[in-house]
């Protein structure tokens, strides 16, 4: 985006202001073509100001293709200098020629949007003076020097002087500009324009125009070319029409730049519209800021102005932010930096406040001065709303389960204190003895249930499980944890493989839930009248564990988020009815807290296993592995 204004008004205010650049870009390269010794080479330079400044009141002035009086006045001054001193007309064109194309320039690199009359405007103006400063030099050497010496002259030039009679027959047809038009010097000169323009009725209506005496400047074009014409009729005495010169200049090469200005333009719209983000440009110098017209979309306003003073972003920061972000956005701007990033609120037309994110790139000239900051203004409404809705949800959650871990936890505890108690006692008849074990059972079940909630939740909230590393040795605690399960599914066919070295630094209490809940699962979805086999391998740098059982493999739909919380699979009967899905999330959590691995497979031939390597913290010492086949 651009922070110019495309009016007439704002281009002259934009030339004005870089009077200064523009005179030493042009010094620069009309110098290079000049002796360094010319005598006169001052006055010509102090000339340039002053045209400037006569360019800026014109595109101030009337607005209309016609050329401004300060501006013709200065050309024609400067054309009588430029004589004066010895400069010849080639050069005199290519004066203006570089000026042209350092204003072209300085636009394109401000990216200045420009409407088309006033382009037309800029260009018609710098054009006619060109051709007054010309027009008054040649006056000037028709008075001095011989037709032929100016004739030798004109065809230098990149642009064709041309005189016709009432006919509209050339007398006269000079400038190396004939050739980009396809003709040869001299061979336009005695032929009639009309026959040159048949098949063109554009250039037939101009003709006319100017056999009728009237002074214009047009555009034309001609054999695939554009070219630019002015018509200046001379008259006798009595009035009467006389002759008809005019200049006609070559302009294919600036139709071709305005088209790419056109296109960027273009281009800059479509990708404003594209985006969601409202893109604005603020000029450091007037502190004007331009918006993308999708800024009333966004704080619900009617489409307005959106070259909009600075204040009126500040103030529509939420006041409770505005200082910080102001103080951030300035403290950017005058400490050096380049990028600049926030977030705040941002007051809607109806007073409502939007949650924003803005990012802001600091444009700095060849001196380090900043001059323009390019941003965009980002709704993230929805996006903190539901941050919002996550922390109050989270929160309710800690409450949840505070509630859980005290207020059930404690009658858990006494249940299964008083349900020992009575085991105890042995005074209970079979009846109440079977009694009181399904009430320890389900009181270890609940508690189990209680523990996965709040381990749960631990991994949800807090960012993982905590661990305690101790050395114990994996074989030992696998073997432990299978002969307790021993004795909750005595009929059940449990199997324990063990190999090398079992020995490393992990938490004991979580490694038996890990187990635990492996092998739950598999008793739980596994055949059962099949075995289920735990193993452990010791390996140079881990241990691996595994867990496998036939039965009917995992579905596919399922392989993909088994280890997410609250999905179970379809278990036989009701043996899995107190699950809540939350065993294999808690085996996930608890491996990659040992900084582990966990990957599973599952096929109707080969059944499931759930294999987990557990690196060693610290690595014990290297032992033999004890001899022997794997036993059980």
Not at 52 to 81: F, K
Not at 153 to 178: C, E, K, Y
Not at 231 to 246: C, H
Request: charged letters at 25%; glycine letters at 8%.
């Amino acid at each position: 985006m651009s922070q110019c204004d495309p009016s007439s008004e704002g281009l002259a205010a934009f030339l004005e202001a870089r009077i200064e650049d523009i005179s030493r870009r042009w010094e620069e390269r009309v110098r290079a073509g000049l002796s360094p010794e010319g005598l006169y080479w001052r006055k010509l330079v102090d000339t340039l100001p002053g045209f400037l400044v006569a360019l800026v009141n014109a595109l101030r002035g009337a607005w209309v293709p016609a050329s401004p009086a300060s501006t013709e006045a200065t050309a024609e001054a400067q054309g009588d200098q430029r004589y004066r001193v010895g400069l010849d007309l080639a050069a005199v064109a290519r004066e203006y020629s570089v000026l042209r194309d350092v204003i072209l320039e300085i636009l394109q690199e401000g990216a200045y949007p420009l409407e088309s009359d006033t382009q037309r405007h800029l260009l018609v103006s710098l054009d006619t003076a060109l051709a007054e400063a010309l027009r008054r030099y040649t006056l000037q050497h028709e008075q001095d020097e011989a037709r032929e010496r100016l004739s030798r002259v004109l065809t230098s030039l990149p642009i064709v002087f041309f005189s016709l009679d009432t006919r509209g027959v050339f007398r006269l047809a000079q400038g190396q500009g004939l050739e980009r038009a396809g003709f040869e010097p001299g061979q336009l000169e005695g032929r009639s324009v009309v026959e040159l323009a048949e098949g063109h009725p554009t250039a037939i209506s101009t003709l006319e125009r100017a056999l009728r005496g009237e002074a214009f400047t047009t555009e034309l074009e001609f054999r695939g070319m554009y070219f630019e014409l002015r018509f200046m009729p001379e008259r006798g005495p009595d009035g009467a029409l006389l002759s008809v010169s005019g200049l006609a200049m070559d302009i294919t090469e600036r139709r071709r730049t305005e088209a790419e200005l056109r296109q960027s333009e273009m281009r800059y719209r479509l990708a404003t519209l594209a985006t969601s983000d409202t893109i604005w440009d603020w000029d450091l110098g007037t502190n004007r800021v331009l918006w993308s017209v999708n800024l009333y979309q966004l704080i619900g306003g009617a489409l307005g102005e959106t070259d909009l003073a600075i204040d009126w972003w500040f103030e529509h920061i939420h006041p409770e932010e505005r200082e910080r972000v102001v103080r951030g956005v300035h403290a950017v701007i005058e400490g050096g930096g380049t990028h600049w990033v926030d977030e705040h609120r941002f007051r809607r037309e109806d007073g409502a406040y939007l949650f924003v994110r803005e990012r802001g790139y600091v444009l700095r000239d060849e001196h380090g001065r900043a001059v323009r900051m390019v941003g965009a203004l980002h709704d993230i409404t929805r996006r903190k709303e539901a941050e919002q809705d996550e922390r109050r949800r989270a929160d309710f959650e800690q409450h949840l389960i505070g509630i859980v871990s005290h207020d059930l936890r404690n009658p858990l505890n006494a249940i299964s204190m008083a349900s020992a108690q009575l085991l105890k006692q042995g005074r209970l008849d079979t009846g109440q003895l079977r009694s009181v074990q399904r009430i320890v059972a389900s009181a270890e079940r609940a508690t189990r249930m209680l523990r996965d909630l709040l381990d749960f939740t631990q991994a949800r909230l807090g960012g993982g499980l905590p661990v305690e590393l101790r050395s114990l040795d994996l074989h030992e605690l696998a073997r432990q944890v299978v002969d307790e399960a021993h004795l909750a599914y005595p009929h059940r066919q449990l199997i324990v493989e063990q190999r090398g070295d079992g020995r490393g630094a992990w938490d004991a209490d979580r490694l038996t839930q890990l187990i635990v809940n492996l092998m739950n699962n598999a008793l739980t979805y596994g055949d059962a009248h099949g075995a289920v086999r735990v193993r452990t391998d010791g390996l140079p740098d881990a241990v691996v564990l595994s867990v496998h059982n036939m039965g009917k493999p995992i579905p596919a739909e399922l392989m993909s988020r088994i280890f997410e919380p609250l999905k179970r699979g379809e278990s036989k009967g009701t043996r899995n009815s107190h699950s809540i899905g939350l065993g294999l999330f808690i085996v996930k959590h608890i491996v990659e807290a040992h900084g582990g691995s966990i990957s599973v497979s599952s096929t109707p031939q080969d059944g499931t296993t759930f294999t987990v390597s557990l690196p060693r913290r610290p690595a014990p010492a290297p032992e033999p592995p004890p001899p022997g086949p794997l036993h059980s």
